[in-house]
């Protein structure tokens, strides 16, 4: 395992959040910053940014050179992103999944194979390189959709939480923050049980979930939330029972929505109603609720998501790479939902591409161009992304906030004229642009390499290469 040990979790799996380079402290007390976009929603240059422990404790701008002792960030600076929905594992279906034709049904097939053939270890060794990858692309907190919970056949590891905490100890390796969503995943479709790989992924009752979820740990950059699958794989008389543990707690709750047309419509033939109805009718909408996709809507569905001011997640790159569709995002938000942002099947790791196709998409649904300004796209990004995570205190370069800091070169090939803005960012740059990346006041990418775990595209090749091995593509 790379990077220092910390504290131990179950399972004999070690932390190792913020390791740093042998007998270095990557923690700095303050950042100056050329220019950076603050809460305000302008570009400022000069902004001196100081620490104390994880947290800003002072914002200074008309700062116009850097003190002595401060770290240059040179470019343009912005908070941290949030990718509000990734399933680690789908990483290996990249460049393979996209041949040939079919639906999404059919890439589910794929991906069912695949998870298949997950172990703790093996599983740990491959999110470590895909969360590599993310924060090298500027992600400072992920959201991990985790539903592959037991061994190949349904029974429970020896820990029952084997892998979730492998998940955990991959994000404290590389230094990102993680919300553990542990996905409630009970039936095999509307009416039917679960079969096959899917016995991996269920727990046969709600409070069975519970129970076993109640064992996870939070801790400093850790937090544990809920997710209902689907209402295609949560039976009706269970959904209240994770409600109920993810209101209790004051957790996050996340869930699956009308994804696809069939989805949509297997629900309302045999419950009468769309999925987004039955979830509020069971009180699983509302403020701490994300509903992720949230594509095919009726007008009472958008009606109903923006009155119980739930959040709603649109992954861009995964929709429209498996043809889900696009979501009514500018609709949505017109209702007061706040949209986020994730990278889900991880067909591409950026958020700064994520952003500007919530937009691009909405010009080819309306023919009409700045339905989104790029602002407002950056906050869905950061402050709304980390909210949805419960990290509220994350998302912002305020005092008070966390201190996490994404900077993007403004002279490459795809920034260079552009100019210090957030237009630049959501409609120029690409992950490949960001060069510096702290998280909690402590240096995790500089100069666009991780500063403990090298080599992350070779890395990313063996750890996919184990779990495909002779698996057909």
Known sequence: MLGARGPRLRGGLWLAFAASPAGQDATVASWWCEYAWLPSGEVVPGVLVDVAGDTISAVTPGVPRPPGTARRLRGLTIPGLANVHSHAFHRALRGHAQRGRGSFWTWRERMYALASRLAPDSYQRLARAVFTEMVLAGVTCVGEFHYVHHTRDGTPYADPNAMGNALIAAAHEVGIRITLLDTCYLAGGLGRPVAGVQLRFSDETAARWAERVDRLSSDATTRIGAALHS???????????????????????????????????????????????????????????????????????????????????????????????????????????????????????????????????????????????????????????????????????????????????????????????????????????????????????????????????????????????????
């Open 231 to 473: 209402v295609r794989a949560v039976p009706l008389t269970e959904i209240p029972d994770v409600v109920a543990w993810a209101r209790a707690r004051g957790a996050p709750l996340h869930v699956h929505v009308a994804e696809q047309p069939a989805e949509v419509a297997a629900c309302v033939e045999l419950l009468g109603r769309t999925p987004v109805r039955v979830l509020a009718d069971a009180g699983a909408l509302g403020e701490e609720t994300t509903a992720i996709h949230a594509v095919h809507l009726d007008d009472d569905d958008v009606r109903v998501l923006g009155e119980t001011r739930t959040g709603v997640c649109v992954c861009p790159t995964t929709e429209r790479d498996l043809a889900d569709g696009i979501a009514p995002a500018r609709r949505l938000a017109d209702t007061g939902v706040r949209l986020t942002l994730g990278s889900d099947s991880h067909a591409v790791v950026d958020l700064f591409e994520e952003a500007r196709a919530v937009e691009l998409h909405t010009r080819l649904q309306t023919l009409v161009r700045g339905s989104f300004d790029a602002a407002e796209l950056l906050t869905a990004a950061t402050v709304n992304g980390h909210r949805a995570l419960g990290w509220p205190q994350a998302g912002r370069i305020a005092p008070g906030a966390l201190a996490d800091l994404v900077t993007i070169r403004l002279d490459s090939v795809r920034t260079a004229g552009c100019g210090p803005t957030p237009e630049t960012v959501v409609f120029a740059a690409t992950a490949a642009d960001v060069t510096d990346v702290v998280v909690g006041g402590r240096v995790v990418v500089q100069e666009g390499r991780h500063q403990w775990l090298a080599e992350a595209g070779q890395t990313l090749e063996v750890a996919i290469a184990e779990i495909t091995e002779d698996l057909p593509r």
